[in-house]
């Protein structure tokens, strides 16, 4: 995958994560490799559920337990490679 | 195969909730798919103002049957409720909680008088979290609807429940 379809990815689940979660900043500030959870963005459980949500309806993608949510919610590139896999592009 | 349960009544229901008169706000259930769906069915009288006049109470109103719906994978009772019926007060071992409500739009249309159907379903599951849809129907119109997140938790053993909850004094020539 190119870096341009990547980082386009990575802008997509950004845009998802403000915009489900009504979070009052730009989301090109989100740090590609930055936390979600705890001292990251500080997202908390409620969060995931909504992001698990916005995922399976937005693109697809579930997220069946908490372990692979812990693996895909460590950061936007965590959840853009969960993704990517998911959808047999990674 | 999984199969529903086509009916349940309130004495089930003081089995599984742990709310009582005037709080408990399902008379029955109907088409309960355990862990699934299910329908509530609510008969509301005159003296019970508080449900015509805010919608707060009616999510609380969807909420229990959400709690119904969970409570029956929890306590492994599998899709039936005849042979061993080990409910305990408040669902046994697990506590629902209300944990947040998403999108909810409420027409105020309810009077006393009214058959209020509670249609939840779920739609997400997130380790302890459970995501529903809510909506409650008076006739063919939708009264409030939306999104209801409930949380389960383990908790402490609670006393068992008398035998034979009492329902509600019924009052002569009221």
Not at chain 2, 16 to 42: A, E, N, T
């Amino acid at each position: 995958m190119s870096e341009t379809l990547e980082q386009g990815l990575n802008d997509k689940v950004k845009e998802l994560i403000v915009r489900r979660l009504k979070l009052t900043i730009d989301p090109n500030t989100i740090k590609d490799d930055a936390p979600l959870f705890g001292e990251g963005l500080g997202l908390d459980s409620i969060d995931a559920l909504e992001l698990v949500v916005g995922l399976e309806q937005e693109f697809g993608v579930s997220i069946p337990d908490e372990d692979v949510g812990r693996e895909a919610f460590a950061s936007v590139n965590a959840l853009v490679a969960y993704v990517r896999k998911i959808k047999g592009n990674g | 195969m999984s199969e529903g349960i086509a009916k349940m009544g309130v004495q089930e229901i003081y089995k599984i909730l742990p709310h009582r008169y005037p709080f408990l706000f399902v008379d029955k259930i109907l088409d309960l798919m355990p862990g699934k769906s299910g329908m509530g069915i609510k008969e509301i009288t005159y003296n019970e103002h508080m449900l015509l006049s805010s919608p707060v109470l009616l999510i609380e109103a969807m909420a229990q049957v959400a709690g119904v719906i969970l409570a029956y994978p929890l306590l492994g009772l599998g899709d039936s409720l005849g042979g061993e019926r080990g409910l305990k007060r408040g669902g046994g071992d697990y506590a629902g909680y209300l944990i947040e409500v998403k999108d909810i739009a409420f027409s105020g249309d309810v009077s006393a008088g009214d058959r209020l159907i509670l249609n939840l379903a779920l739609i997400q599951k997130f380790g302890n979290l459970f995501r529903f849809d809510g909506r409650a129907i008076v006739g063919d119109k939708v009264v409030i609807k939306g999104e209801l997140s409930i949380a389960v938790v383990k908790t402490a053993k609670s006393p068992p429940p008398p035998d034979n909850p009492p329902l509600p004094p019924f009052t002569k020539g009221g």
